[in-house]
């Protein structure tokens, strides 16, 4: 069974930084892109960023280019979001999701990232 | 950045009642293009990709059709399960977009 557990969510104050994980089981995590997408409380799903499997590829949201990184570890079988420069717009619930027949097929169930001083 | 719009925002329906959605994109992208459902506080659940497929295990009342800048959602019998948000998604391009949601809400 394919299992997305997000982590590393919470409060953190305007400026701040935030790193949030997702494990990853039931599947050959190797072998996956994998997204990050989010939603502010209240409102729709906005893609976030993309991740290649070998990591050779990567691709931001404008609105986090700069701010945000994205990596992976194969080995650990573990996506990551290093989050900084954080803003109030950046509230939202974060989930991870391996593209699985090209769209989003597997979803994790999401970590409440709330920034606010 | 491709636009993609969903009508309507929200509907009232009944159990039984066929229900379509619309989504246009501002661009054509081809087949390109992702259902999903959501229920509050829950994560989003792919319905169907390539415009038509339906993932495993999804219901067949659930399908999907059109192609290049319009496209369709149709639940054929809504069952009292499928009270949700709906969201559309092209995967034509990055940034991967999706449409604003269109809440099914029981009349």
């Known amino acids: 069974e394919v299992q997305l557990v997000e982590s590393g969510g919470g409060l953190v104050q305007p400026g701040g930084s935030l790193r949030l994980s997702c494990a990853a089981s039931?599947?050959?995590?190797?072998?996956?892109?994998m997204n990050w997408v989010r939603q502010a409380p209240g409102k729709g799903l906005e893609w976030v960023s993309y991740i290649s499997r070998a990591s050779s590829t990567i691709y931001y949201a404008d609105s986090v280019k700069g701010r945000f990184t994205i990596s992976r570890d194969n080995a650990q079988n573990s996506l990551y979001l290093q989050m900084n420069s954080l803003r109030a717009e950046d509230t939202a619930v974060y989930y991870c999701?391996?593209?699985?027949?090209?769209?989003?097929?597997?979803w994790g169930q999401g970590t409440l990232v709330t920034v606010s001083s | 950045a491709i636009r993609m719009t969903q009508s309507p925002s929200s509907l009232s329906a009944s159990t039984g009642d066929r229900v379509t959605i619309t989504c246009r994109a501002s661009q054509g992208i081809s087949n390109y293009l992702a259902w999903y459902q959501q229920k509050p506080g829950k994560a989003p659940k792919l319905l169907i990709y390539a415009t038509s497929t339906l993932q495993s295990g999804v219901p067949s009342r659930f399908s999907g059709s059109g192609s290049g800048t319009d496209f369709t959602l149709t639940i054929s019998y809504l069952q009292s399960e499928d009270f949700a948000t709906y969201y559309c998604q092209q995967y034509y391009d990055y940034p991967w977009t999706f449409g604003q949601g269109t809440r099914v809400e029981i009349k």
């Open positions: 999701g391996v593209v699985v027949v090209a769209a989003i097929g597997y």
């Open positions: 039931g599947f050959t995590f190797s072998d996956y892109y």
